[in-house]
């Protein structure tokens, strides 16, 4: 039992100093909230660009995102698992009733 | 260490399911609750995820909802959200109409009858309400229906001017993801333990038997719903949810979803204000059908009354949505 708390502890502690080390930067400014920055505080640049592609989006036609993504290999094989799925199923419940109306 | 042991006995263990249930549990009938039970499930762990990715905000609702579809998973995880509440809203109605056709809001079980009402409303609004909060042209004009209906009811002017500005998605987001959820809970939990309380509503005629359990009752509930949500996991795949153009006022040019059809029929011939009568009414014929038809057995002429009085009202609606299906969208509000 104490090599368990043991290791809890030991993991716990390399997990947070991990975090505490990530987050040690002290190269950083202080810079302005606002409504832009608050999308991203990682530079200027990516909320610019952020911008740009909110314009793009909205002027985009769901349609054709909708068709694109329509035919990706993911919701080729999710078709296969929903068949699968309820054909199998279906068939499972129908033999198992079948076969207690034998028994 | 015998306290131990006495204290883990007086624990909870899977074996403890096995108490017995009538073996009409079984049947498919008798399993509805627990497959809608199973589909509100998937609708909390899909909904969760759905919420890390979307901006309750006017500007940000369509548009985060644009960027979640670009991923194929984004868009399959949608449209498994909406297909589940499509087919939970179908199977509440065969849950109704099982109800309904074996007598079960009769007598001990006229209380539980009542929070399957206040369950039914909750799913309405759940749904209504995520159909709003999506802020495309189909919400709006959901959002501009309801806003027009409340300011018909008396006071009603005062709570549409709480739901009108900027923070009206934000507002709608809280009612879908915090304030239903709860509200659903608070109905489930009684709804369930009078299930247990009341015991099983027996099959219409026949002699009340316990010959099977309640773990075999759930291996049939999670049986059932394996098939029915892997077709909506074929439908979500095949038929992926769209999403209307940026709402713009002055155009009606989207119907609602197809439970809601037939009150848009009525909207059709009575105006806005059909919105506000149609589900008081429906309502109140469902609270005081446990005192009309109080009588137990299903061949009392009252029994009989209440269900041809269903099966019409069911085929009416079914026209309707047939009718409303079919025909162009109709400009009903003042925006």
Redesign the interface.
Known sequence: MKKFYFTVILAAVLLFSVMGYSHENHNKTPRKVTNSSIISTRSDTININQKTSEQIKTEQDFETIRQEVKSSSVFIVFKAIGLALAIGGLAFVYLRRRNKGDE | MNVEKSNQEKGWKLKDLDYPVPKHALEFGYCLGGIILVGFGLLIITGLIMALFFTPTVAGAR?SI??L?????G??LRSFHRWTAEAIMFLIILHLSRIIFTGSYQGKRKVNWFFGIGLLVITFVFFFSGTVIKWDQEGYEAYQHMLEATEMLPLGVYFASFLKGTAAVMRMFVTHSLILPLLLFVFLLPHLALVKLNGLSPLPNTAPSNSTTFSQHLKKVL??S?????????????F?V?????PYSGVEMTKPPWIFLPLYALEDKLGLIALIIAPIIIVIALIILPYFDSKAGENSTTHKVVVWSFLIIAAISIALIIFVGITPPVRHLNM
């Open positions: 548009l644009l960027t579809s670009e991923n194929p998973f868009l399959l049986g059932f394996v098939p029915i949500y892997g077709l909506v996991v074929f439908l979500s795949a095949q992926p769209v999403l209307y153009p940026g």
